[in-house]
């Protein structure tokens, strides 16, 4: 069968009428380091004015206590998205009395790994795992790794969209559209790290210990000299072993499959940990190549929501895919909220672009075509002599942005009719006249700084940025704090179970579903 090209798949779409009553739902989990006015990570617990990171649905702890996640409820527009989350910001701000958010993706300067401390979540059995799970991460990775940051952008057309081109969409059919969509973000994942890379730079406390390619920069740093996102690069945020597993999107049961195999295929370097440490407590989950679903570092995954004591992978083979979660963008250290709504509306239509572009399934050769065009774009993004695989040829870096960028112009005039202003924010994007990575190494070179102390200055001037900001009504994010501290007290009053039991039975609820 003849692949459609975009341009005749954006006809049959508009033809269907399918974006004038499309509905799309995003939302946004934002990540950030807090540190002290030195720029040193902060050795204080989670702010108790924000909650309980276990049970506030808006302000949670990533791998670390001082490693701050914002989480946004679902939005059907980019401007109340972006509002919302720069009000958690503002609400943010007004608990962390002297601290600061460092407003980029690769961490500030460490001292040592001591300096960290894992999240914690109460006793709770939920709590506990959570901990559990933050401690084997540390194990296999080193904890300096784990604080790395970034945006993770979820998104999701409404069902009623799909009416337009489908009679009766399925939840098979949903799924499958979504798959398309993922494999097509694999594809053209270079105009991600092209447009949001920003970490071309890392302070050389990063990779204490590690084994690494970069280059010195200055007396402290290490980089690429055409890097545009080393968080998302070998040394980043990332698993070697995890290649082992041949992962693919072409069926969600081979999907499932799959990451089943990873957390019940043991790893002998991480089976030698232990399971236990000296006191007899968990400090992993398993031993496997992924501890859990989450383990899986990916730019881009199927997501379905569920309860937190149930196996996502169960939830996607029960339920089907719900919405994709996109993982590659950095932070972007000129905004205030690490991403703006000109950014938003980009991501929208580089997602819509994935979802309805023809998306045959990925061959062996073209997935080793997408991860060698990755490795070029994190480490030579920005040189001009960057050449990538394309349809089983190579081409210049240049050439396919020209392809892809008159690709996205059509569709923003046709989303244009679904919600104004996507033709203007792709302007500004594709219209800069150099990439975020550029911008940082030539700002840092213009001042003579380095990174950390480029990084704390522009960090503290977006902190003051909130400080100026008008008065808000921030009693939503103090109700939602205040009753996740009671929600906590009751799970906590309630558990009975032993850890060690507990994390026996979660991990017997991923053999439940056949």
Known sequence: MTSLTFKDSLKGYQDSDFFKTLEINRGIERESLRVNQQGQISQSAHPKDLGSPLTNPDITTDFAEALVELVTPTFSSAEGLFNHLSDLHH?????????????FSMPCAFNSPEEIRIAEYGSSNSGMLKHV??????????????????????????????????????????????????????????????QFGASPIAHESYLLNREHHLKKYGQNDLFLPAATSLRMSEVGYQS??????????????????????????????????????????????????LQIENELYDIVRPKRAGASTSRPS??????GIEYVELRGVDVNPYIPEGISIDNIKMLDLFLMHSLISDSPY??????????????QMVEHGRSDSTQLKHAGSSSSLEDLRKDFHAELILLAAAMDEYSNGYSESLAKGLGRDKTLSQKIMDEMKINNMSFQEYGLDQSKKIASSFSKNEEKDMSRFIEASQQSLKELKLLEESTSMDINKYVELYNSKLKEEK
């Open 362 to 375: 990925i061959s062996d050769e073209e997935g080793n075509q997408i991860r060698l065009n990755h490795v």
């Open 91 to 103: 609400f943010l701000y007004s608990t962390m009395g002297d601290e600061i958010l460092w407003n």
């Open 314 to 319: 169960n939830l996607l083979r029960r339920e």
């Open 240 to 289: 070697s072993i995890q290649e082992t597993l041949g992962i693919n999107y072409n069926n969600l049961k081979e999907f499932i499959n799959s990451i089943i195999q990873g957390i019940n295929t043991t790893h002998p370097p991480f089976k030698e940990l232990g399971l236990l440490d000296d006191a007899g407590v968990p400090q992993q989950i398993s031993g496997g190549i």
């Open 133 to 194: 799970y933050r401690k084997g991460l540390s194990l296999r990775y080193g904890s300096i790794m784990q604080c790395v940051s970034g945006i993770h952008f979820n998104f999701s057309v409404s069902k009623n969209s799909w009416l337009a081109i489908e009679s009766n969409p399925t939840q098979e059919f949903i799924s499958e559209k979504y798959l398309g969509l993922i494999r097509n973000v694999k594809r053209n994942s270079w105009f991600l790290l092209d």
